[in-house]
């Protein structure tokens, strides 16, 4: 009876929770090596009842408490250094822009949305020790078409939506503590413990994110669970890491071998890329599996050689599991991503000049239909009207456009627009602006080094070479199920193009002192001297006399004689 | 008279008896505080103010080695040196030439950082007065037994502190801070070190009680850096912080150490200016002050051998959502990107947005709109 009750208690725990940690690794062609760590927690609970939620095990109270407290549907922030350079790396599982980047879907009981956001940003600087509070009207948006939950609802609602980004906001270890203290297993057991911030934050590009949505359970999709999102995307570089050597272990990547997996997790697996590598001709894989796994991700089949940290015997006899990557030939190519976008400035002087955004379409027969987001400091005056997209040398005019003019200080240019890109092609967008000039008192400690625009962010559908699982409840790899499928021909994909740098016209600082200084002294003197020129009266002063006349004053004054 | 002197017997016996009772409790708590803050700042921002930085993780890790815990730091770091794109080594700080030191560490939580390190902010964490939304890490939540020390480095003149080469904060405003952090009762004692040129000017129009003040050097001596690493290629510390990191590398949890010792840190010999300090608002004797009254978040802990009985487990009312709930309606995933849907978008913002300025539309009907639209993309109609 209690044995009978404790088991039903099991199952029933097992049914409300789960957590599951994933790492991809995929050799690039470059030489350099692309890990993705995914740590997924699932949670059936309903965080907007009426009783608080009190219990925790694997989720972190302090999202479960913003959740609830904020009414939030959707959450997803990233942490980023370093830019992903599309087309020597090749698409990334999880993209995201330099800096941070805070987006947010609302549940529709929220009144104030503004309001509520400001809050939440508030609240999550303090979580992740970042200086998200900065986040506020002037840099926030409302995107009118991108961004669409990536989770189960039917309220799409762009009222309840905000989204924003810091270009400017670092990321060091202050930022990857809090993260790892989120992990059910901390930093101490599981995948969790390859991340040492020494080896993490010198490589080329580091993102860290949560992602918070609701999902659907079974295939029926008829109740929900919560899902947390833990990623994190690191590429080491070559000559930096690496040594020049074309040799990846994950001892010479993270300074640390794997000795179990997390006993907290269902599933603990590490997925090696081995698609370019089907014979062993390319890089040998050390120690050897037998698992497969074949996988359906960002348009392509791809095969992976799976460990599962969960059995003892991965680990072999030296109780510790070091993956040896070997390249033994350099030849061959990447498959060239099929999108790919650059922006940059354009123009000379600090009055003017151009954004110019350019959209690559390198599929040899189709075109597809991209969205692009722009949001544009109020700072940097957007004139519209010179707005033009050409491809291929001719005007190609977006099927929709949503501009929202900016408002100074209050909040800044949102243009969006969905273009058609035609096979093979470059597509350009270009829009004039002029700068502004600021207030004394609204530039940065440093403004020489120039103010940051966001990065553009192109969302896409892009036509796939495989036929894309559409069933989302499939026991599937983490890091193919992030972005739901629905169609089997296309896979969505969303490109962020560089942050811009752009220098406003600095005023010297040291100007006011130097007026200050140089009024009270033209003051002093020109009416001062006015001042004494009207008010001194002058009396005649009798020379005093020479020496000799001196004397016989002297002795003429004895004689009693008057003077001369 | 005898009853006057039987009187007088009997009261002293009483005294003595209560003055033992008094005796061991006073030290027991002999120094009257119950918990410790830290506010370390930073105030200068460029590669080449590494120092500062390094100077700030130095006490911040001597601070967290000695007990107290991050929720009672409040970490303000004006630049950042450990990602810096100049940084050699990334996400490491280094005190000490040749790296044998990394003050940053690999679990470090720094509240205020970049541009969110001002006099303002600075004052606001002093006093108490934030915003209501402010997070816990970042709010100075202390009380009238507490135990505060502000650590303070940068560059400095006679009689002010410059804060990220744009503003600076006065002797006078910091005093008055603390007064106002007095009269709150906000503190129960506070050490109040500073390490900048001149530093000893900062402390000099301190006039609250309860107050220690160190300072790197006397008004007119200017405080110097310690040694530059050839590999980073800038100072990594102060003299003084250098050899009060040295000093309180030796510190441990138990030890004795006073603050007398602490005077006696980095004397003219290595330090090249006077180091300066000020007890004379300070109401107990300096040598009776122990060093992890401050440093550390020491607690005195009595042992019992009682045993204490707990009551019943409370019992956990596991909630089973979706259990009685009637309604299950299928859920789906939302469409990405619905082409057809955005296109046809445009009708219906342009009849429910109450903002009329935000609207430009193109495929629907033109008229409602309140832009002019260019040429190129205007209104001929479907591509």
């Known amino acids: 009876m209690h044995v ?13 929770y789960d957590f599951q940690e994933e790492l991809v690794v995929r050799p690039l062609h470059s030489g350099d090596i692309y890990a993705s760590f995914q740590f997924r927690t699932l949670w059936e609970t309903d965080f907007m009842r009426g009783n608080k939620v009190s219990h925790y095990r694997l989720f972190p109270k302090s999202l479960g408490q913003v959740i609830s407290k904020f009414s939030v549907r959707e959450l997803h922030i990233s942490f980023t250094q370093g830019y992903w350079r599309t087309m020597q790396w090749g698409q990334p599982y999880l993209p995201s822009p330099p800096g941070a980047e805070l987006w947010v879907w609302f549940q529709d009981s929220v009144t104030d949305v503004d309001a509520t956001w400001k809050e939440l940003t508030n609240v999550l600087s303090g979580i992740f020790c970042a200086s998200l509070n900065f986040i506020d009207s002037t840099n926030t948006v409302q995107p009118s078409a991108s961004f669409k939950p990536l989770g189960i609802g039917n309220v799409t609602d ?26 059910p297993c901390g930093s101490k057991a599981g995948l969790a413990v390859l991340l040492k911030s020494e080896k993490l934050f010198h490589s080329s590009f580091h993102s860290q994110a949560v992602h918070i949505r609701p999902v659907c359970q079974d295939w029926q999709c008829k109740t929900t669970s919560w899902e947390l999102r833990q990623t994190l995307n690191v590429v080491f570089d070559l000559h930096n890491s690496g040594q020049g050597k074309r040799e990846w ?22 997925y090696i890329d081995i698609t370019d590598n089907p014979e062993g001709e390319q890089f040998e894989l050390s120690p050897a599996t037998s698992l497969l796994s074949q996988a359906m991700v960002l348009g392509d089949r791809r095969t992976f050689s799976v460990y599962d940290l969960t059995q003892q015997d991965t680990f072999g006899s030296v109780r510790s599991l070091n993956l040896l990557i070997r390249w033994k030939s350099t030849e061959g190519d990447m498959l060239r991503p099929l999108l790919h976008a650059e922006r940059y400035v354009a123009g000379y002087g600090l009055q003017t000049g151009e954004i110019h955004t350019l959209m690559y379409n390198h599929h040899p027969y189709r075109s597809f239909p991209v969205l692009l987001l722009d949001s544009v400091p109020w700072y940097l005056r957007l004139y519209i009207h010179t707005l033009t997209v050409t491809s291929k040398g001719k005007d190609n005019k977006p099927s929709y456009i949503h501009y929202q003019p900016s408002k100074d200080r209050v909040r800044p240019h949102l243009l969006e627009m969905l273009v058609q890109l035609p096979p093979n092609s470059v597509t350009e967008v270009t829009v004039q602006f002029e700068r502004a000039l600021l207030k004394w008192t609204e530039y940065t400690p440093d403004p020489n080094h120039g103010f940051y625009v966001g990065s553009s962010v192109i969302s896409s559908l892009v036509p796939s070479t495989v036929a894309m699982d559409t069933n989302s409840t499939r026991e599937r790899p983490l890091f193919s199920s992030f972005f739901p499928c629905k169609e089997e021909s296309s896979y969505f994909v969303r490109v962020y193009t560089e942050p811009l740098l752009v220098n406003l016209p600095t005023p010297d600082f040291s100007m006011p002192y130097n007026v200050i200084c140089l009024t009270c002294t033209v003051v002093a003197v020109g009416y001062g001297s006015l001042y004494n020129l009207l008010t001194r009266s002058f009396q005649i002063e009798e020379p005093s006399p020479g020496l000799a006349k ?7 004054k004895m004689r009693g004689v008057p003077p001369l | 008279m005898k009853t006057h002197v039987l009187f007088n017997l009997f009261a002293t016996f009483l005294l003595a008896d209560g003055l033992n ?21 930073c105030t200068s921002r460029f590669w080449f103010n590494y120092r500062h930085v390094a100077n700030t993780l130095s006490v911040y890790r001597s601070v967290k080695r000695l007990g107290i815990p991050d929720s009672h730091i409040v970490l303000m770091l004006a630049d950042d040196m450990a990602c810096n794109h100049r940084n050699p080594k990334p996400a490491t700080v280094f005190s000490h030439k040749n790296m044998e030191l990394n003050v940053y560490g690999d679990d470090v939580e720094v509240d205020y950082r970049g541009y969110e390190v001002t006099v303002e902010n600075f004052l606001r964490v002093l006093t108490g007065r934030l915003p209501p939304s402010t997070p816990r890490s970042k709010r100075l939540l202390s009380d009238d037994r507490s135990n505060i020390l502000i650590y303070l480095t940068g560059h400095g003149g006679n009689g002010f502190l410059k804060f990220q080469d744009s503003e600076e904060i006065s002797n006078v405003e910091l005093a008055d801070a603390f007064e106002q952090m007095w009269q709150k009762r906000r503190y129960n004692e506070l050490l109040f070190i500073i390490d900048t040129c001149q530093g000893a000017s900062m402390y000099e129009r301190f006039y609250s009680p309860n107050l220690m003040a160190l300072a790197s050097s006397q008004v007119g001596e200017d405080s110097l850096s310690h040694q530059p690493d050839l590999a980073i290629g800038v100072h990594l510390m102060d003299r003084y912080t250098f050899y009060l990191l040295e000093f309180l590398e030796d510190i441990h949890p138990a030890s004795k150490a006073n603050m007398n010792d602490l005077f006696k840190v980095c004397p003219k010999s290595q330090c090249v200016s006077t180091p300066g300090h000020r007890t004379d608002l300070f109401l107990r004797d300096p040598g009776s002050v122990l060093i992890t009254d401050f440093f550390g978040s020491v607690r005195k802990v009595e042992i019992t051998t009682e045993a204490i009985d707990l009551t019943d487990p409370i019992k956990e009312v596991e909630e089973r959502p979706a259990n009685g709930d009637v309604h299950k309606e299928m859920h789906s995933y939302v469409d990405q990107l619905p082409v057809s849907e955005i296109i046809h978008q445009n009708g219906k913002l342009c009849a429910t947005s109450t903002n009329k300025m935000s609207l430009c539309c193109f495929h629907g009907d033109v008229s409602e709109c309140e832009m002019q639209l260019p040429r190129g993309l205007g209104v001929e109609g479907p591509p």
């Open chain 1, 158 to 183: 762009h009222r309840f939506l905000r989204y924003a980004t810091l270009p400017r906001e670092i990321v060091c270890t202050e930022n990857l503590t809090p993260w790892k203290k989120l992990l």
């Open chain 2, 21 to 41: 009772i008094e005796d061991s409790a006073g030290q027991f708590f002999s120094s009257g505080h119950t918990n410790n803050w830290a506010v370390l700042v």
């Open chain 1, 249 to 270: 272990s994950l001892f010479k990547m993270f300074s640390r071998t794997l000795t179990e997996a997390c006993p907290l997790a269902s599933s603990s697996k590490i």
């Open chain 1, 550 to 556: 001196r004397i016989a004053n002297v002795i003429r």
């Open chain 1, 4 to 16: 009978a009750s404790w088991f039903q208690k099991c199952i029933e725990i097992l049914i409300f």
